[in-house]
């Protein structure tokens, strides 16, 4: 008895959770304006309207774009500075992994206001490499986390040995460290990806007319109720949540057997 | 592990990327931010000065005061009703199930942190709505109609759920991490579960449930989206006056002074959150 209370206390929790994803794809097919009980018949009319749109794509292109770019970069930049962290001591090291972390605690709003007024002094407000600046500074975190965690499960004294077998430090990176951390690359590059490819609220502040998806929601949301949002949304959800999967699934695979 | 005091190329490939980015991405754009706060705004444009006027403009109205209350009260607020929300089910999750499963469970509830918010709070705008399918359901049962969005209900609604997997998280893993001993010499002992619960798992537990209550508050206190879209911006919190002041005000060295503030608050709450999570252990 109190184990099924326990699940169902769980199961309540579950669904309050993921509510909201899984009703915007039930009203995404559903031919109701304003959906309610019991619900309209089957429609794929809202797709086909939302992806009619020209700036639709053109936001997908600029999404696809933004969240390319932010993916490589912060992947590159967060290996290096998990590599850094697993490799040397240094002074000022706690500072250097504060940097390292504190971005996605500081709330976006406070971000997106630094990021606007910064971008605008040097000229990058309203373009796409504004976008892609904000979003590195926000996913390499990510990344950064998810390759320290694939490191600490290599035996350090790995990549000595490859020293003293002669190998320099470049050869041991490319032939020890890198094949070792290449599941946790992908999957960094998962991750940020999706960590981009959400973000609205800075990439609305710097975007200006170069609206990326979420930033194309936000804008039809201040008008009207319109379910083409849930249409636009569940492709959104769809992405995010395969690259988030993908990434766990690849950080979390290789476990098992070691 | 100390690498040897001469320079060394190699290291510094991997140590700058960070600096140099983070550096002139995101310390410099607050520095500038903070600089900006004793600039004017002078015919649309803004100049560089030192002057307290934005300061004294904004600290000295009531409306920002009522602002910096609602939000502070509402994070307080979600932390402590997510906290309570989660324990039971952090619990069971620690204690119930087997590894694979809590390691499935708490898979699944990362995938929501990465997934848009903004959709999420639209999907709850229709379910809450006045004749959406709650309202509706409790129709048949003769209840309602309750108005549920624009309100500091709706707002709740929204903040638990950008906050309550993260909440989640947090707890099972300090609870998980128990050593399992311990609460069995607690039976053994003669304690009630009540007992156990309250003197050997709350307090072996302290500092996953502080963490998890902290990331709720920082949380909830920068969001934005559920007081705009379900709490219908009534009273207005401080990321709706932020952004109010940004773009339709263009009063960005304002705006500034309010993100300063809600900064200076955030360090302290989470300074004093982190001592009280950490007190006690070595």
């Known amino acids: 008895m109190k184990t099924f209370i326990g699940w169902a206390y769980l199961a309540a929790l579950f669904a309050f959770i993921f509510a909201p994803i899984a009703a915007s794809v039930v009203f995404s097919f559903n031919s109701d304006r304003f959906p309610t009980l019991p619900l309209g018949h089957f429609t794929t009319d809202w797709y086909a309207r939302a992806f009619s749109r020209p700036e639709v794509w053109q936001a997908i292109g600029n999404s696809l774009i933004v969240a390319a770019a932010t993916s490589a970069i912060a992947s590159f930049i ?17 500072a250097y992994l504060a940097l390292a972390l504190l971005p996605p605690t500081l709330p976006l709003v406070i971000l997106g206001l630094a990021m606007l007024a910064w971008l605008s002094q040097v000229g990058l407000s309203g373009t796409l490499t504004g976008i892609i600046i904000a979003h590195v500074v926000l996913a390499t975190p990510f990344a950064m986390a998810i390759c320290r965690l694939r490191l600490s499960q290599m035996d350090p004294s790995l990549e000595s040995a490859a020293w003293n077998l002669g ?19 992908v999957s960094a590059l998962c991750l940020t990806a999706a960590v981009s490819f959400d973000e609205f609220i800075v990439a ?32 959104v959800f769809l992405t995010s949540m395969s690259l988030v999967i993908a990434a766990q699934f690849l950080i979390f695979r290789k476990r098992r057997h070691e | 592990m100390n690498a040897s005091r001469k320079f060394d190329p190699y290291a510094y490939v991997w140590r700058l990327p960070l600096l140099l980015w983070q550096g002139a991405f995101f310390v410099i754009p607050l520095i500038f931010m903070a600089a900006m706060s004793f600039w004017l705004v002078k015919n ?24 910096y209350w609602i939000t502070l009260w509402r994070a307080v607020l979600a932390g402590v009703i997510a906290s309570a929300i989660a324990f039971p089910a952090s619990l069971f999750l620690a204690f119930r199930l087997t590894n694979s499963g809590r390691r499935f469970a708490l898979l699944c509830l990362i995938v929501p942190f990465f997934t848009s918010f903004l959709v999420r709070a639209y ?10 399918p709650v309202n509706a359901a409790l129709g048949g049962l003769g209840l309602g109609p309750f108005t549920m969005l624009n309100s500091g209900f709706g707002a709740m609604v929204g903040y638990l759920t950008l906050v309550l997997p993260l909440v989640v998280i947090f707890q099972t893993w ?37 963490l998890g209550a902290l990331f709720a508050f920082i949380m909830t206190f920068g969001d934005f989206v559920s007081p705009f879209y ?40 989470a300074t004093a959150a982190v001592k009280a999570a950490y007190r006690g252990r070595g």
């Not at chain 1, 967060?78 to 706690?94: H, L, V």
């Not at chain 1, 050869?171 to 946790?184: G, K």
């Not at chain 1, 609305?204 to 379910?227: A, C, H, K, M, Y």
């Open chain 1, 78 to 94: 967060g290996f290096a500075t998990a590599y850094t962290d697993f490799r040397y001591g240094f002074r000022f090291k706690p």
């Open chain 1, 167 to 185: 190998a320099g430090p470049w050869t041991a990176m490319r032939h020890v460290i890198l094949p070792f951390c290449a599941p946790a690359i």
């Open chain 1, 204 to 235: 609305w502040f710097v975007s200006g007319l170069n609206r990326t998806v979420p930033v194309l929601i936000l804008e039809i949301l201040q008008g009207n109720v319109d379910p083409q949002i849930n249409a636009i949304g569940t492709v």
């Open chain 2, 44 to 67: 649309y444009r803004m100049e560089p000065t030192f002057v307290f006027d934005n300061w004294e403009r904004m600290l000295g109205r009531g409306a920002f005061w009522d602002a």
């Open chain 2, 123 to 132: 999907a709850w705008q229709v379910i809450l709505a006045e004749s959406g």
């Open chain 2, 174 to 210: 300090s609870l998980a991490a128990i050593d399992k001993s311990l609460i069995e010499a607690a039976g053994n002992l003669g304690a009630s579960a009540w007992a156990t619960l309250v003197r050997v798992i709350i307090p072996a537990a302290k500092t996953g449930l502080v």
């Open chain 2, 230 to 269: 379900l709490g219908g911006s009534k009273p207005p919190t401080l990321t709706i006056l932020i952004i109010d002041t940004t773009k339709s005000g263009q009063q960005w060295p304002r705006a500034a002074v309010v993100a300063i503030v809600m900064i200076l608050t955030l360090f302290a709450v």
